[in-house]
């Protein structure tokens, strides 16, 4: 299994010859560091939930064709632009996509000033855990957490409790697009790698683009 991150939250999965895009939102394309004909083709596009950072309708749009499926929450159907048909993504159900299995977890989305959406979790085979805009249900035996570590909803520390208590072998960080290059790293390094060092996880860091097999 192949995971490619490019910016934000946006991630690509390829597992078994199957590819699946994760939230290509509008944060991964505001500073033209990426454009939606970047992005390889996949066979299905995920959405966790409807904040401009995660769903995109204009890059949807470009991305979804006739051979994509689109799963998306209950309450983003409604907001798809016309011509572009999404499909449910239900707490709980499993999604088969070639063969590869997606399971819907339930994840709430953390404390906000204004209304929460509905956040959609997947777990991916069951080895690769994205929790969208969640650091608060746990998911067991996973070996890879994408972890959303800086939020207006959770501090990093909130983030790195989250990732303590599933105890994955791989901790690969996203939701990260607010934070200033030079504070990333420094952040990265000095504060999160020690610290789930410490309890035996692995911080990988990816860059535009970069990949890692796991």
Known sequence: MNITKYLHSCIRIDDNGTSLLFDPGAYSFIENKLKPADLPKADAVFITHQHQDHFFPDVLKQIVTEDTKLYVPADVIQKLPDGLSGNLAMPGS????????????????????????????????GRVYLPGDSVTVDIENVEVLLLPIFSPWATVLDALEFAKRIKPKLVIPIHDGYIKDFFLANMYENVCRPALEKEGIELKILGLGESVEV
């Open 94 to 125: 499993e999604l088969h996509i070639n063969n590869t299995v997606i399971t819907v977890v339930a994840s709430q989305h953390g404390d906000m000033a204004t209304q929460k959406p509905e956040n959609a979790g997947y777990v991916i085979n």
